[in-house]
């Protein structure tokens, strides 16, 4: 099936050709149970009507009812020729970019068709629907009406088949509760429902079930794009026109967006309030301009958009129009002096429905998911990640030169300490992730310690010395050596401080005056022996806490004037 919406001024005949056509009214108000009236055309096809209204106040309903419709039906009558919402409706579907369609000359019987055919397509060209066929026809007589449903067979040959397996989201036009059970009618343009599904209800994004499915009459198990439908959900409490219903995880939920404006005044000349229309939805929306046709629009209500979704930005009280596409789900912010000139520039170069490759560029690393959600492929050539991390590879080329430079400052700067830790290696380079850190380090870098080091250098001296001591109190870790000891292990002078800064030894006076004999241990031994000491019965003598070590009183001594420093022993005199 395919789905047709109607144009034109008011009673212009627009109603009155679709029950012509089909023998029934389309989306009719009074009954939003019904999904709209449909007819099989000779060649066996179906094609289904939205019937807009056509008042002077009815333009936000035509835009509700003509957004998700592929394709046009534009009604000019015959003894009225071109009128002012004949313009409002042409300017809106130019705005929605909609370029399949038939132009109907109706009360033929009334008048001579000639003059409003040709005031019709001197409007239609210049717009996307110039050329479009055209069908003189008067829905009293009957005459044209065969060649009518024959322009519409081919029109619905030539409409693009939207993918099945699409992602949904559909618009809900109609909609009424009467009990636990609600109704909803709407246009399903691409993917596929079945009964049993869970879809997410926007914009709140509650979780509801589809019990039953409608179309063309007919209960349906199952129903793909493009298609009428009318939806059984239980439970889905408040359901209103202008909601939809999308897969769950399919779609980028947002309130900001950047959009490129065309089909109207430059993005500077618009009203900063505006309402933008997109499906079936009326948003308020505040426009700041970025260059002469891009803006970024702050949405009052959330909505679930992928890249290329088209609208109208509508301003009511000039009643001047704009269109626009979406550039960017997730914009940055703009607080620098330059910021709003300099992403104009960059959106300049963008395309109005951008793919995976521009938005991994323009976001450095992302999840797989995430680009899926904004309704992109991944593009070739990405680097791809564990956790499901994608990264554009120029960007990620960068940042591993920027974390050799790093490491390598680092390094100049702190030769006792070399190594950044992971997470300030994050912050550095902005990555959402510290598993993206581990996955950009390689050779001739390395992580060890949950540290990020550069080449490996030459080690100092004192670096053999502290592995030696290390060994040599591996079993007995408070039995700290004598000064001769130390001096033999190579631990004295400047070896003994550059060891100190580099946090790879713990040195502790040996007497009250700090001129005694000094103790070297391991780091973190001091710690241990908190930990040993907290067991012991409470108060002990320093023998006893030497006994516990298993090392010297004067060890022991010096261990428990350094904790006493620390304030994590208290010394009481007998």
Sequence with gaps: MQVVTTAGHGGHGKSALVRALTGGDAASAKKPEEPGAWTELPSGRRVAFVDVPGGERDVPAMLAGAAPAPAVLLCVAADEGWMPRSQEHLDVLGALGVRFGVLA???????????????????????????????????????????????????????????????????????????????????LTAGTITVGDELLLMPAGERVRVRTIGCAGEPHETVGGVSRVVLTLREAGRVGPGMALVAAGAWTHTTCVDVRTRFGEASGRLARRMTLHLGSAAVPVRLRPLGPDTARLTLNSRLALHLGDTG??????????????????????????????????????????????????????????????????????????????????????????????????????NPDAPGIP??????????????????????????????????AAARPAWAVAVERLRAELAGAPFAAPAVDRLAELGLTGDALAAAERAGAVVRIPGDADGDGDEIVLMPGTDREALRVLSGLPQPFTPGQAGDALGTSRRVAVALLRHLDGLGLTERRRS
């Design 105 to 187: 000359v109706t009360r033929s019987d009334a008048a001579d068709p000639k003059l409003a055919l040709r005031q019709a397509r001197e409007r239609l060209a210049g717009t996307p629907l110039r050329g479009v066929e055209t069908v003189a026809v008067s829905a009293r007589t009957g005459a044209g009406m065969g060649e009518l449903a024959a322009a519409l067979d081919r029109l619905a040959g030539r409409l693009p088949v939207p993918d099945p397996d699409a992602p949904v989201r559909l618009w809900i036009d109609h909609a009424f509760t009467a009990g636990r059970q609600s109704v909803v009618t709407g246009t």
């Design 312 to 413: 109208v930005l509508r301003d009511p009280e000039r009643r001047s129009i704009a269109g626009v596409s979406v550039l960017d789900l997730r914009p940055p912010t703009l607080v620098r002096r330059g910021a709003g000139a300099a992403r104009a520039r960059e959106l300049a170069s963008w395309p109005d429905r951008p793919d995976g490759a521009i938005v991994l560029r323009r976001h450095g690393v992302l999840r797989r998911a995430e680009l899926s959600m904004m309704g992109c492929a991944p593009p070739d050539g990405a680097v791809a990640l564990d956790g499901g991390w994608l990264a554009d590879p120029a960007h990620w080329e960068s940042l591993f030169e920027r974390l050799a430079e790093e490491t390598a400052r680092h390094a100049a700067g």
């Design 422 to 455: 992971l997470e300030t290696v994050r912050l550095r380079l902005g990555l959402p992730a510290r598993q993206l850190v581990e996955a950009l380090v390689r050779p001739p870098l390395r992580v060890e310690n949950g540290r990020v080091h550069g080449p």
